[in-house]
């Protein structure tokens, strides 16, 4: 039996699947980009580059990159949680150590020969129960 050959044309599923995927690679990216936008209005070289190849694994158009900045540099959040003093970086890490991990570290910088971390390390608190058998 002789199979009849049609041309193969992408169905409605298939592109949906598509959007659907890239949607989550612009989220990814915007994510990316606000963290970064969060910590610095500066970018280093290392950032940069990391974005641009981000950028082009994820799929981000010229155009979407420029309309995701556009969003992240009004969005008052991204604003509101910059980091600018000593104090600002020890209520972010309190935050964080709250949600669970006791080290935190927020970013890292490499200058010279030497690696800055702005970060926190909370001590564990163990406490130990000891079971004790009444008698009466």
């Given at each position: 039996m002789?199979?009849?050959?049609?041309?193969?044309s992408?169905g409605e599923?298939?592109?949906?699947?598509?959007?659907?995927v890239?949607c989550?690679?612009?989220?990814?990216?915007?994510?990316v980009?606000?963290?970064f936008?969060a910590?610095s209005?500066?970018?280093s070289?290392e950032?940069a580059?990391?974005?641009?190849?981000?950028?082009?694994?994820?799929?981000?158009?010229?155009?979407?990159?420029?309309?995701?900045?556009r969003?992240?540099?009004s969005?008052?959040l991204?604003k509101?949680?910059?980091?600018?003093?000593?104090?600002?970086?020890l209520a972010?890490?309190?935050?964080?150590h709250?949600?669970g991990?006791?080290k935190?570290?927020i970013t890292?910088?490499?200058?010279?020969d030497k690696?800055?971390?702005?970060?926190?390390?909370?001590?564990?608190?163990i406490?130990?129960?000891?079971?004790?058998?009444?008698?009466y």
């Amino acid at each position: 039996m002789e199979m009849a050959s049609a041309p193969i044309s992408r169905g409605e599923d298939e592109i949906d699947i598509e959007l659907q995927v890239h949607c989550l690679e612009t989220k990814a990216y915007s994510a990316v980009l606000r963290a970064f936008n969060a910590e610095s209005d500066a970018l280093s070289w290392e950032k940069a580059e990391l974005i641009s190849h981000i950028r082009k694994g994820l799929r981000i158009s010229s155009a979407e990159h420029k309309e995701i900045l556009r969003k992240i540099s009004s969005d008052e959040l991204v604003k509101s949680i910059r980091i600018t003093s000593e104090q600002d970086g020890l209520a972010a890490c309190n935050i964080l150590h709250a949600a669970g991990p006791p080290k935190v570290v927020i970013t890292s910088m490499q200058i010279a020969d030497k690696l800055l971390l702005i970060g926190s390390h909370q001590k564990i608190k163990i406490i130990f129960l000891k079971s004790v058998d009444l008698f009466y």
